[in-house]
């Protein structure tokens, strides 16, 4: 998504991007202290994160029809995965929302979450919660997919895509800085779908396990990169309220949210 602007490739008009890479849990803890002025969280991570920022209108990564899954050494149905011990990637993840609205009384364990394949392939959990190449790479490694949340999403709620990902911006930020800043966020996603294969050569400097497979690289990018990025649609902001009603009326998170958007 910010290869244009780590590469400066974009006019910026005199502001500087200092990129910051981290995983998702870690970024959704340093969210919590307003540590950086825009910021990848996790949807699940917005419902204590909005009296600090607002979701942009861009920069989502959804799961249309696929998502996080869980994974097991062994063949469980979707109802005997509910009584093991699952590892996941943190609890503020939109992968743990999702997974305790499928299960609200199953087991976890936090661990990285490059971590949690290995895991379960040495048999030290039953079963993880895989987000991030995981989700493509998991059958060379023996295991099975038991559920893919964003397909089970979608089959309760009419096949509306999975909210995960979001691009916030503090909320304190001056009114104008805050559009520059969010226009040039969107120019940079735009400019990466116009150059796919220049913004996928950057990209692969952060291949995770498939710095050889450009061909699934470039497949897993075009899950979580895409036209819903660029906006998410009427359909993909009704799904992101909906996901935190749903984990509101379940108990998971405290308190009702009500979604602000920026354009």
């Known amino acids: 998504m910010h290869y244009a602007?780590?590469?400066?490739?974009?006019?910026?008009?005199?502001?500087e991007f200092e990129h910051i890479l981290q995983d998702i849990e870690s970024l959704n803890r340093a969210a919590a202290n307003a540590t950086y002025d825009v910021t990848a969280i996790s949807i699940h991570a917005y419902a204590y994160l909005h009296d600090k920022y607002d979701l942009l209108s861009h920069g989502a990564s959804m799961g249309e029809n696929y998502g996080p899954m869980i994974v097991a050494k062994q063949e469980y149905s979707e109802e005997e995965i509910k009584h093991q011990v699952v590892a996941i990637p943190g609890t503020q993840t939109s992968a743990y929302l999702a997974l305790k609205l499928f299960a609200p009384d199953i087991e976890t364990v936090s661990m990285p979450f490059d971590e949690i394949l290995p895991a379960v392939v040495a048999g030290e959990v039953p079963?993880?919660?895989?987000?991030?190449?995981?989700?493509?790479t998991y059958g060379d490694e023996g295991v099975f997919n038991i559920v893919?949340?964003?397909?089970w999403w979608a089959t309760q709620t009419g096949g509306l895509p999975l909210p995960l990902g979001g691009n916030a911006i503090r909320r304190d930020m001056e009114p104008e800085l805050k559009k520059r800043v969010s226009h040039l966020l969107r120019e940079s996603i735009a400019y990466a779908l116009d150059h796919r294969e220049e913004a996928l050569d950057y990209a692969m400097e952060y291949a995770r396990g498939l710095e050889t497979e450009r061909g699934m690289a470039d497949r897993f990018v075009g899950m979580y990169v895409n036209a819903r990025t660029l906006d998410y649609g009427e359909d993909g902001r009704r799904a992101t309220q909906l996901f935190l009603d749903k984990g509101f009326e379940a108990g998971v998170i405290p308190h009702k949210v009500e979604v602000a958007f920026v354009a």
């Open 127 to 136: 079963a993880g919660l895989l987000i991030h190449e995981g989700q493509l």
């Open 148 to 151: 893919d949340m964003g397909k």
């Open 5 to 15: 602007l780590a590469r400066h490739k974009l006019d910026t008009g005199g502001l």
